[in-house]
């Protein structure tokens, strides 16, 4: 039975059909199965099959939306069957793409991995801007910020950010991370970041890292 929820949940997320996905999140805990099973062998196989599909050209940005809608649908259902205070909470990430930039899919599967990994994640969105991003980390009280960017036109508001925390005094207060398709290790290193990461798993790793 969990095999036919796993699939359910990540062809609706291939379709993009948020009621299905929503449906299968909600199969799948009142089956009984871990929420974070049902992130990782459901909707994340089915949401990492609509980015190669995007990537190929086989899948068009309306499509791509769509999947990420309902993907974050999901995930915020199977995100809230987690127990508060199921062991210590983690750290506090706020996440965003940035400024000039609205791909998110990407994000969305960071996202949903670092709260089932028992991060207080914000989300920011798309399109967020340098000043919004250093406000809401105050606000939240974020030990990481991280950014999003899938442009290379795009890349040079991590730049912007590094460069604002550092003219504020920042950089000891909150760590750094990047990602983003056209983003690689060497950019982080060149724009001060504190990591890079290529993809939601190794998100989380560094997140843990980062924090110990």
């Known amino acids: 039975m969990s095999a036919e929820i796993f699939s359910a949940a990540g062809d609706a997320i291939l379709k993009g059909d948020a009621a299905a996905a929503e449906e299968a999140a ?18 994340i196989p089915g949401i990492n099959q ?9 899948l068009f940005l309306p499509e791509l939306i769509l999947a990420a809608g309902a993907m974050q649908k999901a995930t915020d259902i199977v995100n809230a069957a987690i127990p508060e205070g199921q062991g210590q ?11 000039g930039d609205v791909h998110d899919i990407g ?5 949903a991995l670092l709260k089932a990994n028992g991060f207080e994640v914000m989300d920011l969105g798309r399109d967020v801007a340098v000043e919004r991003f250093i406000e809401e ?9 991280g950014t999003s960017a899938l442009l290379t036109t795009t890349m040079e ?3 912007r950010l590094e460069e604002a925390l550092k003219k504020a005094d920042l950089k000891s207060r909150y ?13 982080a290193r060149r724009i001060g970041a504190d990591a890079f990461a290529e993809n939601a798993s190794e998100a989380v790793r560094l997140a843990k890292e980062l924090l110990a």
């Open 137 to 145: 980390a105050d606000k939240f009280k974020a030990d990481i910020i």
């Open 50 to 58: 609509v980015g190669d599909l995007f990537g190929s050209g086989k």
């Open 26 to 43: 909600k199969r799948g805990l009142g089956e009984g199965i871990d929420p974070v099973t049902i992130i990782n062998e459901g909707f």
């Open 89 to 99: 909470a983690a750290g506090r990430i706020l996440i965003g793409t940035v400024a």
């Open 175 to 187: 760590k750094t991370m990047v990602g983003g398709a056209p983003v690689t290790k060497r950019w």
């Open 157 to 159: 508001e991590q730049k």
């Open 107 to 111: 994000k969305t599967i960071v996202v």
